[in-house]
C-alpha cells in the first residue's frame, strides 16, 4: 500500500477530520483513533438507525481504522498518549480550537516528544478574528461563499447536500499530510498543517470570486440567468441552474417528472455540436440562423432556447434522453436519486460503492475510496468498534497485561 509504514495518530471526530484519515487507512496507513472511553466519537450514537449499533454516520467515516480508549486529561493516560506521539508519524485532530493545548499537548511540547511529529489540524477559520470559533459544515458553506452563490434568485442562500465544509476540508488536509511527510524525506523535520474550512470551502467557490471581479469590471455577466430580463446587484447572484462554466446548461424536464422528484436532466448547449442539439430537438433552422447560430447571439436567448430543447426532454425519460445525446456526443447528465446510485452495477464494480459487513449492524453500503491508485489498491474494512484495539495497541507500546489492567482500572483507558 502507498502509505504503508506510516502510523497516524488519529485524534479526530464528527465529520471533517475523520473523513481526512480514512483516505490515508485507504492508502494503507496505520490509523489509531483515539476516544474516549465509555463515549468515543459523538457521531457513534447520532442518527442510530438500529439501537446500540454505531451509526451510519460514524461507520461511512471510520472504516480501516484501529480504536483505541485513553482519557488524555487523566495523568496516566496522558503518558499513554506521550508514548503515541513518539511511535506515530502525523497526529491528525479537529477539536475546538485550544483543546489540545488545554490537554497539554502544544505544537511546542509535541515537537519535543518527537520532532519528525507532523500535527495536522482542521479548523473552523484561519488565524484572525474569528479563530476561536467552533464550525459546523454548514457554518462554513456560509462563510467560504457556497451559500450566497447557490439556489435561484428569487429565494434565500441555500446550502448544498455536498459537505464541501467538512468532508471537503478533509480532503485538503490529506493532501497538506501527504505534501508534509514528502517534505520530511529531505529535511527530516515535523510541521503543523492547517486546513481552515472557510478557505477550503472558497478554494471549492473559486469560479463565484473570479465572477465577482468579471461583475466589478463590466456590471454583467451574459451566462447567468439575471442577462437579459432581470438585473445584477453589487455581489455575484445566485445562478440558479446555470453552468459556471463557459457552456451554457440548465437541468429540465424529462418523461414522469409530474410525480417523480428527480426526472430531470442537466443539459449543456456546448457551442461544438450546437448543429446536432438543434437536429435533435427539431430547430434545424437555428443552427445556421444568425440569431441562433452563435454562442454570442444565443446568450440573450437562453431560456427561450431551454424551453424549446425541454419540450423535447419532455416526450423521453431521463436514461432515454441521456442514451439519445450521448450517441451525439451533447454532454448532459440524469438527476440520480441516492436510490438509483446505492443500486448502481457499474459503481459496485469500481469500487466506489461498497457492502461492508459489520458485527452489530450487518450488511451496509458505503462509499469506497473515490481516488484510485493502480498499485495501492483499496480494501475497505469495517469501523472499529469503540477501544476495539485498546490492548493490541498498548502491547505494541511495550505495555504488559498487568501494566493495562492497572491503567483500565484506574480509568486512563
Ligand atoms: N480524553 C479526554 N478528553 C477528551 C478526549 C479524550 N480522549 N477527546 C476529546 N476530549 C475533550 C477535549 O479535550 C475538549 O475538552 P475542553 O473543552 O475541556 O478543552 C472536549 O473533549 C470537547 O472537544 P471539542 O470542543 O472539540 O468538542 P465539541 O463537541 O464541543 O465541538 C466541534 C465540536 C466540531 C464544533 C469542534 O470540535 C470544532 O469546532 N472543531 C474544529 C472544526 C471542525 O472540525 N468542525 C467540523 C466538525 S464536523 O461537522
Known amino acids: 500500500k502507498a502509505l504503508d509504514g506510516v502510523r497516524i495518530l488519529d485524534f479526530t471526530h464528527v465529520q471533517s477530520g475523520p473523513t481526512c484519515t480514512q483516505l490515508l487507512a485507504w492508502f494503507g496507513a496505520d490509523v489509531i483513533k483515539v476516544e474516549r472511553a465509555g463515549a468515543g466519537d459523538i457521531t457513534r450514537e447520532q442518527l442510530r438507525d438500529i439501537p446500540d449499533a454505531d451509526s451510519l454516520y460514524f461507520t461511512m467515516l471510520n472504516h480501516n481504522k484501529r480504536s483505541v480508549t485513553i482519557d488524555t486529561k487523566n495523568p496516566e493516560g496522558k503518558l499513554v498518549l506521550e508514548a503515541l506521539i513518539q511511535k506515530c508519524d502525523v497526529l491528525v485532530e479537529n477539536f475546538a480550537p485550544g483543546a489540545l493545548e488545554r490537554m497539554g499537548f502544544s505544537w511546542e511540547r509535541i515537537q519535543e516528544l518527537n520532532p519528525r511529529m507532523i500535527v495536522a489540524s482542521v479548523k473552523g477559520f484561519g488565524p484572525g478574528p474569528y479563530e476561536d470559533c467552533k464550525v459546523y459544515e454548514n457554518v462554513a458553506q456560509c462563510v467560504g461563499g457556497a451559500a450566497s452563490t447557490t439556489g435561484f434568485d428569487d429565494g434565500p442562500p441555500v446550502v448544498t447536500g455536498a459537505q464541501i465544509g467538512d468532508s471537503g476540508t478533509g480532503l485538503h488536509l490529506a493532501l497538506g499530510i501527504v505534501t508534509a511527510l514528502y517534505q520530511r524525506t ?64 440548465w437541468i429540465l424536464k424529462c418523461k414522469g417528472w409530474e410525480h417523480d422528484p428527480n426526472a430531470y436532466i442537466y443539459f449543456i448547449t456546448q457551442a461544438p455540436v450546437w448543429a446536432k442539439i438543434c437536429n435533435v430537438i427539431g430547430r434545424e433552422e437555428w443552427a445556421t440562423d444568425p440569431q441562433y447560430a452563435t454562442p454570442n447571439a444565443r446568450l440573450p436567448r437562453l431560456q427561450e432556447i431551454f424551453a424549446e430543447i425541454e419540450r423535447w426532454t419532455m416526450t423521453k425519460t431521463k436514461f432515454e434522453a441521456m442514451e439519445i445525446l450521448n450517441r451525439y ?11 438509483e446510485i446505492a443500486q448502481d452495477e457499474s459503481l459496485r464494480r469500481t469500487g466506489t460503492i461498497v457492502e461492508v459487513d459489520h458485527p452489530v449492524r450487518g450488511k451496509y453500503l458505503t462509499v469506497g475510496n473515490p481516488i484510485k491508485l493502480s498499485d495501492s489498491p483499496t480494501q475497505v474494512t469495517r469501523s472499529p468498534l469503540l477501544g476495539e484495539h485498546t490492548d493490541e495497541v498498548m502491547a505494541e507500546l511495550g505495555y504488559s497485561s498487568a501494566q493495562i489492567e492497572a491503567l483500565r482500572a484506574c480509568g486512563a483507558i
Open 186 to 249: 529531505m529535511t527530516g523535520r515535523g510541521q503543523k498543517v492547517l486546513a481552515a474550512m472557510q478557505d477550503g470551502v472558497l478554494n471549492l467557490c473559486r469560479v463565484k470570486l473570479r465572477d465577482q471581479q468579471r461583475l466589478e469590471r463590466t456590471g454583467v455577466m451574459k451566462e447567468y440567468p439575471q442577462y437579459p430580463n432581470g438585473t445584477f446587484g453589487e455581489a455575484v447572484p445566485r445562478a440558479g441552474n446555470a453552468s459556471g462554466g463557459g457552456q451554457p446548461g
Open 329 to 339: 456526443d451533447i454532454p448532459c447528465g440524469p438527476i440520480l436519486s441516492m436510490k
